[in-house]
């Protein structure tokens, strides 16, 4: 109960700076902090030129297992925003926050988001090859569901329009052009899935990262995650999935772009199936990248599994 | 209220504080509790104590003078006697295990580890990704203990051995190791040869890469993805590759004080820096990533000792020759607050003349004042002294095991067994599934005697859906998704089992097998959620070619009781049947109707 206690009053005094504080200087850009690539790609869209953003945990990166640095702190030091998916996806962020010092509001992207609980109350990533368990209750993938994506580009709104209130119109306006984007965007998916043969809706990923999508579009993933969390997965988790994927007949096996596939490889050549390319979950490619932005991530993993499936 | 679960708040934590060690009676109880470990001076002698209830004490004999290490998470402190080449174990009592939004904590009176490690000059100890590694500086060898094994209070050893016997360490990076490296010039006398660098080894010590040259490498720490080690060139740094360790040297820059050197260096543990001495008077805070990587703050006295607080990476303490205790801001590079803590120890005179030595304990900076003849604590945000715990002979070396976390009495929502707990006797604590492993006891197959029922067909007409609607309205997860658990679970074709006088047969799809079976031990295994279970092991004696060789029972008890019901795991490999976690065929007696099955388990 402590830990509300504390969380609260901290938010209630940043709220309290920012209100009593002159709205802000027209000249100097809001500084915003994102923790990851995900949530920074958002905040762009919602705060083009008028903010300065930060973006923690870049690229291709994990996250759960990042090592945040110095620099870290002293942007969180200088911050007026910082956006979060919260859900305990990132582990590191309290005690950086509360290392910095900042006195910036935290918004939490998630809040209002429908969220999946976690029977599992957990999950797993894979670091070179070693399985590290994440204990959560609730499933922080959320993003992974574009009705959820809307959810945290109305909340980065609030929480800009909160801060910097001249700005207030523009974030809306953008806002609303973004969130009709992830509308279209919905819609695309819908018809692309729709459009596999139901018993082929079956894929298998190295960690669970994909529920939300399971959700809302109706393609089932497979982890070689066991149903209890009480070991790392085991020889005999992998071999429960090697039945699993035979019993559901899965179409193809898919690495990520945030850790290394050797588990799923040899999954794959244990089920008989083939790799079918790497989807992006936790993290956006880098610009070069095909995923370099939310909408081109959600459309290259449509693609990515489509192709998969569709192959024979 | 979502954006309450973001984490856990060290600063909140540590706000709760109970008066002792004993187990706290609420559901779910928040405890902090920090034991400080202190070593005389002289006397080969550790005096443990409660910080917070220091009548709570402890003495453990030791051959020598100790300098200590918590390591582990704190599970253990290590006691180095490098006069008396002697290295000694003490389980702290204190185990955390950490949940994501919370920890848990198992609190129990501390424990010599009996085995000793012995051998020539034991020095630096580095505790690292469950391995705990002594360098023997006149051995020529690290011996490297499992931290899980010592968990247990058993010490198991492995060796890596060094080319020369030196003043060094080696350390686990990635799927490999480092050690430092001595060199081959002679030396006269009893002279230690000077170190000239690290080098990429196999965990025996057999070379797997070059020298990367860091004359007299010494004091190394771990932070974020970095291993770290100062030298007369600057501050050498380590990350693991999938190629082996990657070293990059960070050199003095020039605005630094000339002809100093890095010796000691600390890792911080929530954000990726180091903080280290630069000559006698000076720390360094080196950013192993980003620039600038060195910044430098001058202390106004020569530096006794220091610490970085591991609850918040913001801060680090450092105590001066004059008595003044001063807050360093990692961030900032500079001295925050200052005040005077004690009388003055001059750093005249030799390294080892007894000092104050500093350590970080939740809110507490914790000082041993060894002519005073006490342990100070010290409040780490104003500097002032809360509270003084006396300790005879001269305290000196010291070191802290403990933190926050919940005591569960009762483990209901840690039972992701899917156990059912039909019982109606018993230690609710032990069922799920805390307990001593002294209270663990054989059983006799006697204690499964009986004609048993599988409950999956139950599962799968149906009659268990009131079990999960009534889990569901307990619980966070819904009634499909507990469901679906069960019948990965209860999943099986063998749907009677009957046990009676040492052989058991198994119906398969009503087929029957059959074979004795004679005891074959109990193993006890930890949960990821930090409870534990007893396995009993029974292995075939004699009979059919189709009964399986091992059969291991799990029923919540640890010691001979008859069995209610039982989850029961077979097969051919003793080991990998312990690995199994998923599917637990589950066994009621053939005699129970489904309804009281039914009844019994949403009892429990």
């Not at chain 1, 020889?235 to 772009?257: M, Q, W």
């Not at chain 1, 991530?297 to 499936?309: D, F, G, H, P, S």
């Not at chain 2, 690290?198 to 797997?208: N, S, W, Y």
Request: glycine letters at 8%.
């Amino acid at each position: 109960m402590k830990k509300m206690k504390f969380l609260l009053s901290s938010l209630t005094i940043a709220a309290l700076c920012t209100t009593a504080m002159p709205s802000h200087a027209k000249d100097k850009k809001l500084a915003v902090v994102s923790s990851f690539s995900i949530i920074g790609d958002l905040a762009k869209a919602v705060g083009g030129d008028r903010i300065e953003l930060r973006t923690l945990v870049g690229p291709n990166s994990d996250a759960h297992v990042y090592e945040p640095r110095p620099a870290d702190a002293l942007a969180l030091a200088r911050a007026d925003v910082i956006l979060v998916n919260g859900l305990l996806f990132e582990g590191f962020m309290d005690r950086l926050i509360e290392a910095s010092e900042s006195k910036a509001p935290i918004t939490v992207l998630t809040d209002g988001a429908e969220i999946l609980n976690d029977p599992k109350g957990g999950h797993y990533h894979y670091v070179d090859g070693k399985a590290i368990f994440h204990a959560t209750p609730n499933d922080p993938h959320a993003w992974q569901s574009v009705g959820n994506a809307k959810v945290y580009v109305g909340n980065i709104a609030k929480a800009f329009c909160a801060a910097d209130k001249d700005g207030c119109p523009i974030y809306e306006k953008n806002a609303a052009a973004y969130d009709e984007k992830l509308t279209g965007l919905a819609a695309e998916i819908k018809t692309a899935i729709d459009a596999l043969p139901k018993e082929r809706r079956v894929a298998v990923v190295a960690h669970n990262a994909f529920r939300y999508f399971e959700r809302d579009y109706g393609v089932t993933f497979l982890a070689p995650q066991g149903v209890s969390t009480e070991s790392e997965a085991s020889a005999a988790d992998v071999a429960s999935l090697i039945r699993e994927i035979r019993e559901k007949k899965a179409a193809a096996v898919f690495s990520e772009n945030i850790s290394d596939a050797r588990l799923v490889k040899q999954i794959a050549s244990e089920a008989g199936l083939e790799l079918g390319g790497a989807l992006y979950s936790d993290a956006l490619s880098p610009p070069e990248g095909p995923a370099a932005s939310y909408l081109d991530m959600m459309r290259y993993n449509v693609k990515t599994l489509v192709e998969a499936i569709d192959r024979d | 209220m979502k954006h309450l679960t973001l984490g856990v708040s060290a600063l909140a934590l540590a706000a709760s504080l109970i008066g002792s060690a004993a187990f706290a009676h609420d559901d779910e109880e928040n405890v902090t509790l920090y034991r400080v470990f202190v070593g005389d001076h002289k006397a080969g002698k550790v005096t443990a104590f409660d910080l917070s209830k220091p009548e709570n004490r402890w003495t453990f004999e030791t051959k020598g003078q100790n300098k200590l290490y918590s390591v582990n998470e704190g599970a253990a402190i290590v006691s180095v006697q490098s006069d008396d080449d002697v290295v000694n174990f003490i389980n702290s009592g204190i185990s955390l295990h950490a949940h994501g939004d919370h920890s848990d904590i198992e609190i129990s009176d501390p424990k010599a580890v009996e085995k000793p490690l012995t051998g020539p000059r034991p020095f630096h100890v580095i505790d690292h990704d469950g391995k705990i590694v002594v360098n023997f500086d006149k051995g020529g060898y690290n011996d490297i203990v499992d931290a899980h094994e010592l968990s247990h209070g058993e010490i198991e050893t492995t060796r890596l051995k060094q080319a020369r016997a030196h003043h060094g360490f080696a350390a686990p990076v990635g799927n490999g190791w480092v050690t430092t490296v001595a060199s081959d010039a002679p030396v006269e006398g009893g002279a230690a040869p000077t170190r000239v660098g690290l080098q990429a080894v196999k965990a025996d010590g057999t070379p797997a890469g070059d020298v990367a040259t860091c004359t007299g490498i010494h004091g190394e720490a771990f932070s974020g993805a970095f291993l770290a080690a100062g030298c007369k060139e600057g501050i050498l740094t380590v990350t693991k590759s999938l190629e082996g360790p990657v070293t990059k040297l960070l050199p003095y820059p020039a605005d630094l004080p000339k002809d100093q050197t890095t010796g000691t260096l600390l890792g911080a543990k929530s954000m990726q820096v180091f903080l280290g001495n630069y000559g006698a008077k000076g720390l360094v805070v080196v950013d192993p990533v980003d620039e600038p990587n060195f910044r430098y703050i001058e202390l106004p006295f020569r530096r006794i000792d220091f610490a970085l607080d591991p609850a918040n990476a913001r801060f680090g303490y450092v105590l001066t020759e004059d008595g003044s205790l001063h807050q360093i801001d990692v961030l900032d590079g500079t001295l925050s607050k200052s005040a005077k803590v004690t009388e003055p120890y001059s750093m005249d005179g030799h390294w080892n003349d007894p000092r104050p030595r500093i350590a970080m304990a939740g809110d507490d900076v914790v000082m041993t004042d060894p002519n005073a003849g006490l342990v100070r604590r010290i409040s780490k945000t104003d500097l002032k002294e809360v509270g003084t715990i006396k300790v005879e002979g001269k305290p000196y070396n010291l070191a802290v095991a403990g933190g926050s976390g919940k005591v569960h009495e009762h483990g209901e929502e840690h039972d992701h067994d899917g156990h059912d707990h039909a019982h109606s006797q018993g230690d609710p604590k032990i069922y799920a599934g805390y307990f001593e492993d002294g209270q663990v006891k054989d059983r006799p197959l006697s204690d499964y005697a009986g004609d048993w029922q599988s409950v999956y067909p139950y599962l799968k007409d149906g009659t268990l859906d009131p079990v999960w609607e009534h889990k569901a309205e307990k619980g966070t997860a819904s009634v499909d998704d507990i469901r679906k658990e069960y019948e990965v679970g209860y999943k099986t074709d063998v749907d009677r089992i009957t046990i009676e006088d040492g052989v058991v047969t198994f119906y398969k799809n009503g087929k029957p097998s059959k074979a004795s079976y004679a005891y074959d031990g109990k193993e006890i295994l930890t949960y990821k959620k930090g409870n534990r279970g007893v396995r009993f092991i029974f292995k075939k004696a004699d009979g059919d070619a189709t009964a399986p060789q091992f059969i291991q029972f799990s029923d919540h008890g640890i010691a001979p009781n008859k069995a209610g019901h039982y989850h029961l795991y077979w097969g051919n490999d003793r080991a990998a049947l312990l690995n199994e976690v998923t599917n637990w065929p589950t066994y009621y007696p053939s005699s129970m109707k489904a309804k009281q099955i039914v009844s019994e388990m949403k009892a429990h």
